[in-house]
């Protein structure tokens, strides 16, 4: 980035994922996961410097093999956005960017759109990015975030549960066809003295009943800011999900 503006992207990646152990180094086509997040993740135009805040030394020494940087966390941090804010307090950075490490095929246009959402609303201490709902079927997966958003594409609220409610519209599968509907895509950038505020805040009650953590930034007053896009992104939850990454990591060559 040019002038006083620097930008780091951190990878949370831990070993002990109860559905699937040693996720960040499963292999896909022959790489390690791990290594497919921070190639893409370097191609963001906007972002300075890839670092993967890992609780483990085998992941450690796998990004350091492919000549990756990557960070040693305390065992005992509670979040990925908790191994975040360890590694930001070392940096200087201005913005901090939080990518998930279980999503291999992140998009690096989808980094540079959250930086800047964040950089063009000064008054956000965060932002995010969401993809609007066509198929009506997405609607009813409780493992997805829904957001909510006002005229200038600052959050008004994140659930599980379909918002808004379409109260006159008798079938949820007429909803999307009258009113936006949107998916939250699970990247954060940060204004750096922000994420190290917000993770001392400890947690909220709206952050514990519908277990997303970016409640806690709303609840405390906190302005969040909602980027727009397209890309819809593969999460690997489970062995399974590698699968249907290396099928449209083929459907991406096809169409090269």
């Not at 890839?50 to 040693?72: C, N, P, W, Y």
């Not at 917000?198 to 009650?205: E, Q, R």
């Amino acid at each position: 980035m040019s002038g006083m503006t620097t930008i780091s992207a951190v990878i949370p990646a831990r070993w002990a994922s109860t559905r699937f152990p040693g996720k960040p180094l499963a292999p896909i086509e022959g790489r390690p996961m791990i290594q497919w997040v921070v190639e893409r993740a370097s191609k963001a135009e906007s972002i300075d410097r890839v670092i993967v805040a890992t609780d483990d030394e085998r992941i450690l020494h796998t990004v350091q093999s492919f000549g990756g940087k990557a960070v040693m966390t305390p065992h005992d941090l509670a979040s990925g956005t908790d191994r975040v804010a360890f590694v930001a307090r070392s940096l200087s950075d201005t913005i901090i960017v939080n990518i998930q490490g279980d999503e291999p095929l992140i998009e690096p246009e989808a980094i540079d759109r959250v930086v800047e959402r964040l950089l063009l609303d000064d008054q956000a201490s965060m932002a995010t990015l969401a993809r609007r709902v066509s198929d009506p079927s997405e609607l009813r997966n409780v493992d997805t975030a829904r957001v909510v958003i006002d005229k200038d594409q600052r959050a008004l609220y994140f659930s599980r549960a379909v918002i808004p409610y379409a109260r006159d519209l008798p079938a949820l599968e007429t909803w999307p066809k009258e009113f936006p509907y949107y998916d939250q895509i699970g990247i954060y950038a940060y204004r750096r003295e922000f994420l190290l505020t917000y993770n001392k805040l400890g947690y909220s009650v709206l952050e514990q009943a519908e277990k997303l953590e970016q409640l806690r930034a709303l609840e405390n007053g906190y302005t969040i800011s909602v980027g727009l896009v397209d890309f819809n992104p593969i999460c690997v939850d489970l062995p399974d999900h590698i699968q249907l990454v290396e099928q449209r990591l083929r459907e991406m060559k096809n169409r090269e």
